[in-house]
T-cell receptor
């Protein structure tokens, strides 16, 4: 079935370090891909998205490129800040006719230390 | 503009009881989706309502049901509660008819089943 696999956390980095959170997917069709972020005590927020192959989503210094050949959507940021500490979720939406299927990864906890 | 609100924020119930959770979407949003978040299973899609009709449904038993009112507010009901129903229940609203577009999440209702 359709699934999303994220690198297991927790991930701990120092401020200004480079961040990569790996995400790969398995889908029977052609999904749209998303990264969501959940800050402590808050609801999920859409961070970025890509709807077709080779699209790059970007927001707040984060980037992810939809790679159909490797079925991946890795999240990257060149220089993390303490305020980036949160749980990050990779997700896919697969449209099936008039319906759709939404699948999330398990989430990756990122802690950034000053 | 007020965000998505969910009530109550915390709830404690015992096995066998039923519970109703409420979600008020952002003004003007007609789509409301519900999710269950647990440490073991992660984030899972329950169902989505659009203009008072259930448009999509995840793989949850019939004990989980929902409805949407004409003002777009939505309720989720869980009957015959089980210990495994303890989770954070998230609601999200969207202005668009397409789920691919941005969803805005509420802070969630933390349900504990004893």
């Amino acid at each position: 079935g359709d699934s999303v696999t994220q690198m297991e956390g927790p991930v701990t980095l120092s401020e200004e370090a480079f961040l990569t959170i790996n995400c790969t997917y398995t889908a029977t069709g052609y999904p749209s891909l998303f990264w969501y972020v959940q800050y402590p005590g808050e609801g999920l927020q859409l961070l970025l998205k890509a709807t077709k192959a080779d699209d790059k989503g970007s927001n707040k210094g984060f980037e992810a490129t939809y790679r159909k050949e490797t079925t991946s959507f890795h999240l990257e940021k060149g220089s993390v800040q303490v305020s980036d500490s949160a749980v990050y979720f990779c997700a896919l939406i697969l449209r099936m006719g008039s319906n759709y299927k939404l699948t999330f990864g398990k989430g990756t906890l990122l802690t950034v230390n000053p | 503009k007020a965000g998505v609100t969910q009530t109550p924020r915390y709830l404690i119930k015992t096995r066998g009881q039923q519970v109703t959770l409420s979600c008020s979407p952002i003004s003007g949003h007609r789509s409301v989706s519900w999710y269950q978040q647990t440490p073991g299973q992660g984030l899972q899609f329950l169902f989505e309502y659009f203009s008072e009709t259930q448009r999509n449904k995840g793989n949850f038993p019939g004990r989980f049901s929902g409805r949407q009112f004409s003002n777009s507010r939505s309720e989720m009901n869980v009957s015959t509660l089980e210990l495994g129903d303890s989770a954070l229940y998230l609601c999200a609203s969207s202005a668009s008819t397409s789920i691919v577009d941005t969803q805005y999440f509420g802070p969630g209702t933390r349900l504990t089943v004893l």
